[in-house]
Structures are given as structure tokens and as C-alpha cells.
């Protein structure tokens, strides 16, 4: 596998790129597979940050067809998501868009959402659909780019949840406005990354999220490319960012300030003593304990943890509600996936919970339906 490097800052072009931190051979995959551990691909994790933009970046990228070749399955499950679907299309719906076009829909689950508030003619670019029930999109097979060609008129693209994955995001943004029309929309929701590396949360960055892109950098490249800001929400405090935008060339530009580059590497570094200083505690736990120890999440957050130092020998098994992980092994682990029924009849068991933004969710649903007896290291 032949890695893609970064040679210059993402946003602004400059190669003036230092380097952070390096997360040794980090797998690929955030999903779970029933292949044997021996295929399972890895990386190092190479953290730099832009001098000239305070952009926090991978500088080694994994190719676009190894890192995708498998669906993990996030952004779909859960109530938490159902509500960002929800809360999202009202916030599209107060535009009343015609035409929509969204990009990397996936599922179809916020144009069902929308299409119980308002109804539209919704398509969705996506080059491997999975079409949940009840959805009224339209799919198209394929990605935005170059090659893209629309034979429709299109009042708004939206995304949700695409942008922090793209590897050129002023590319991104520009392709975008050149396609919208003077007075037509654009609506996305974003993660709200600054927050969230705040607070610690290994979801944040990673090999798909390559960028650490805050509201002072997403708000630079919407302006750089005539895109005005018309609105813009946040779901809960540490989830996401909503903005509705339309194209104006009368945007003025808004610059990036010298202080990006001092705040943002003060907070990357305290975020990885954070999880080195987790990663301690909870082996310190393990080796007290005598009992099961289980860990929610097949996913990034249980790979964060253990290539942080967190002693897999000590874990019995990762919980996961998603029945489409379970009875699979997390990829970059030995360690198999369960239902968190398991859990049930047992006398207090041990749950490590780092989930970020999800642990009330989770440790509340397993609290009322499964053991209330549930002890979680948090």
C-alpha cells in the first residue's frame, strides 16, 4: 500500500507543515470483519499541523479505495444519530429547498426524516448506497468531482457528516460552488471537532477524519469560495454544527488568524496527555481486578484505547449494539464482538466506557434494560 503525503497544509497551500504526534500501527479499519487478524492492514498515525493555518492534519494519507473498501456501519444506529437526522431537516426545512442533491447519503435517513416535514424531489450521490426503509431519495452511483454531471436543476446540495472526510477540502468547498447557481443553497452538518478534541474524544481525528477542521477554518473556506453564511446551529454542545449557506459573491473573506496555530496545538497536545493518562489509569484498573472486564464499542474508540497502551489481554470482549458487528472481531484486535444482553444476570459487571458524545446514551440503555448492577470505568 503506497501512502499519499501531505507536503503543504491542506488549507492554505503552504508547506510549512510540523510535525505532533505519531500513533504507531494504527489499523486502517474502524469496523469489525470476520477475516483472520494476520490481513488486517495498518498504519502509523502521523500528526503534523499547519504553521500558517493552526490546522491540525494526517500527514500520511491511507488511498481512498483501501480505506473505504469496507462500510463500518456509524452515523446509522442509535438515537442519538436519529436525532441529528431529525433536528437537521428541520433546520434544512426552514429554507424550503427545491431539488436537493446530497452527497454521501448513504442510508437516506435524513431525506426520510425530511420528507415527513416537507416534500421535495431528494437525490443522493453515493457510490455505494444502502437505502434504509421508507427513504424517497433517488440514488445516483458515484462521488462529486470533476466528473460529475447533473442533467436536473439542483436548488441545494446538502451533506452530513462528509466534509471532515475529504483530503482537499478547499477543492471540496470550490467544486461545490462552482456547481451551485448565484442564490442557490448549500446545507451540512459537521462535527464540531474544536469541542470535541476539548473534551478528549478519540472519534475526533483519525485515518477518515484527516483534519481537525474548526469553525474559524470551515467559516475561511466558505467565504474563500462565495459561499455566505446564512445561518448556523449547533446540536447538543460537543455533537454538531448545522450551517446553511448560499452562493454570493458578495462574501467577504474571512481571514485566519495567527492565534489558530497556538490554541489548536495547546489542545491537540493536552488531548494526547489525556489519553495516555486514561490509557495508565485503566491498566492500573485491570490489574486490580479480578472479574470481567468488558469494553463498549467496536469501534474507533476501543482502537484508540488499545493503541494507546490499553492491555487487551485484560478484556473479555467488545459490547456493540449494532447486530451487524456482533459475533465479528474488531479490526486491529483479537477481541470478538457482543451483544451487551451478554451483560444480563451478571453480579456487577465491569464496562469501560470512552464513547465520547454517545456515553449517556449507552450507559443509560444499559442501566434500564440489561443490568442495573453495571459498573462503568469512565
Known sequence: MKLIERTECAITHLPDLEDL????????????????PES????????SIGKSSGLIQLKYLIPIDV???????????????????????????????????????AHGVLAREYNKINTTQWTILEPNPTPT?????????????????????????????????MYEPDKFIKQISDFLLTGKYMFFSVPNMEEMIKRSYVNCINFEHTMLLTEAHIEHLLSKHHLKVLSKEYFKDDHSIFYSTTRDHSADLKMLTIGLYKANKKNYNEY???QIAVTNRLNSRLM????????????????????????????????????NKQEKRLYGTKLQVASP????????????????????????DIINEINASTIFWE
Open 40 to 47: 488486517d492492514i495498518r498504519s502509523d498515525m502521523a500528526w
Open 21 to 36: 504526534y505519531v500513533l504507531k500501527n494504527f489499523p486502517i479499519h474502524m469496523g469489525c470483519t470476520t477475516d483472520p
Open 272 to 274: 494526547i496527555k489525556t
Open 67 to 105: 480505506l473505504y473498501a469496507k462500510a463500518h456501519g456509524s452515523g446509522c444506529v442509535g438515537a442519538l444519530w436519529l436525532e441529528h437526522h431529525k433536528a437537521f431537516a428541520r433546520f434544512i426545512s426552514s429554507f424550503s429547498p427545491q431539488e436537493v442533491l446530497e452527497i454521501g447519503g
Open 341 to 364: 444482553m451478554i451483560l444480563g444476570g451478571l453480579d456487577a459487571p465491569v464496562v469501560i466506557l470512552k464513547a465520547g458524545v454517545y456515553n449517556d446514551e449507552i450507559r443509560t
Open 133 to 165: 426503509d421508507g427513504t424517497p431519495a433517488r440514488y445516483l452511483a458515484g462521488f462529486f468531482d470533476n466528473n460529475f454531471q447533473c442533467d436536473f436543476p439542483v436548488g441545494a446540495v446538502v451533506h452530513s457528516h462528509v466534509f471532515e472526510h
Open 288 to 323: 486490580l481486578h479480578s472479574g470481567p472486564v468488558f469494553l463498549f464499542g467496536a469501534h474507533i474508540f476501543s482502537q484508540y484505547l488499545i493503541a494507546f497502551g490499553l492491555d487487551e489481554s485484560k478484556i473479555s470482549c467488545i459490547l456493540d449494539n449494532d447486530n
